[in-house]
């Protein structure tokens, strides 16, 4: 009789544990089962959030539950990140972020109140913005090299607007100031959009920012585009040359935006995930969306967007160090 209870026992022991161990691939197997909220850190309108919007439809239909939406702009992505990490890792409440939020609050803001690498779980890169330099139409010069001889000649005098302390376009800035062995006028906007339109304005001498709704004020003549940030010239713009053809060795500071979830997220679900998100870049309604917002699809699986994330910070590190910037 005792071995017949201990033999039950046992098995019940060896069932229970079976279960546990089972359970992610099970919770997997049937995820999603209610609507998923996506934390988008970038307010309505904004590149972040029309990506958000566009991608996620595509994921909704193809996993038949609704993906709702939830914008959570401000303080540089640290509110929206704050909610995700308090969440449940059970897949429902994902993140759309910044590579701004993921590594360069580390080293420009005190007291940052999460360490992506440890309160997140990497799920997949998402696009990338082709970067450019524009100038005032005003400015008395048209090419990279007359740009920097300007800067040199009228020392401290020149502008650049950039959505605030930290932000990619900051760093940007420095980076190219560095490089070029001159001293810029850093002017700190709440966003992109404000620093372009002051540089059209003529309030302002220069901005880095996104070529992604740049088309009407290039086509008026209010700006002009001199160069682009990235290694290689953008096919759009064939005639324009790369920082890099003028300043030999430039690296523009990375910037990309990511899909996150919790920390600890099973690994079944981040794989389901990953494999949606995929498939809806991929999709001929993502292909076009990339093309209209002069952006670069990424994709790729999660441990691709961690090392990212490990790549870029060890890149942002040095230059914030290189160029004295102090958190604030």
């Known amino acids: 009789m005792l071995k017949h209870d201990l033999v039950t026992t046992l098995g019940g022991l060896l069932f229970a544990v079976s279960v546990l161990v089972a359970s992610p691939a099970v919770r997997a197997q049937t995820f999603p089962e209610r609507p998923i909220t996506a934390v988008v850190y970038g307010a309505a309108g904004t590149s972040p959030d029309l990506f958000a919007r566009a991608v996620s439809r595509l994921m909704s239909a193809s996993m038949n539950v609704p993906i709702v939406i939830e914008n959570r702009p401000g303080a540089s992505g640290v509110i929206a990140t704050e909610e995700v990490v308090r969440a449940k890792p059970d897949g429902y409440t994902l993140l759309f972020t910044s590579s701004t939020t993921l590594v360069n609050l580390r080293y420009v803001m005190k007291n940052v109140p999460f360490d992506s690498q440890?309160?997140?779980t990497p799920i997949a890169a998402t696009f990338a913005p082709v970067e450019v330099l524009v100038v005032r139409a005003g400015l008395p010069v048209h090419t990279l090299p007359e740009l920097i001889e300007h800067a040199r000649t009228h020392p401290g005098d020149v502008s650049y607007g950039a959505a605030g302390y930290g932000s990619i376009f900051h760093l940007?800035?420095?980076?190219?100031?560095?490089a070029a062995g001159i001293n810029l006028l850093h002017v700190a906007?709440?966003?992109p959009l404000a620093a372009l339109q002051d540089?059209?304005?003529g309030n302002v001498d220069m901005s880095f920012n996104s070529f992604g709704g740049l088309a009407a004020m290039v086509s008026t003549g209010r700006v002009r585009i001199i160069a682009t940030l990235d290694d290689r010239r953008y096919r759009g713009l064939p005639n324009v040359p790369t920082v890099a053809e003028t300043l030999p060795g430039y690296h523009k500071v990375d910037s990309w935006f990511a899909?996150?979830?919790?920390?600890?997220l099973p690994q079944p679900i981040v794989e389901r995930l990953n494999s949606e998100l995929n498939k809806a870049l991929q999709s001929p309604q993502m292909v076009d969306w990339m093309n209209k917002n002069v952006a670069t699809s990424l994709g790729g699986s999660p441990e691709q967007i961690a090392r990212?994330?490990?790549?870029?910070?060890a890149r942002t590190e040095r230059l914030v160090g290189q160029i004295g910037l102090q958190p604030q």
């Not at 990212?308 to 910070?313: A, D, G, L, P, T």
């Open 199 to 201: 540089v059209a304005a």
């Open 308 to 313: 990212m994330i490990q790549v870029s910070s």
């Open 118 to 120: 440890r309160d997140l």
């Open 172 to 178: 940007n800035g420095e980076d190219f100031a560095s």
């Open 189 to 191: 906007y709440k966003g």
């Open 259 to 264: 899909m996150m979830g919790p920390a600890r």
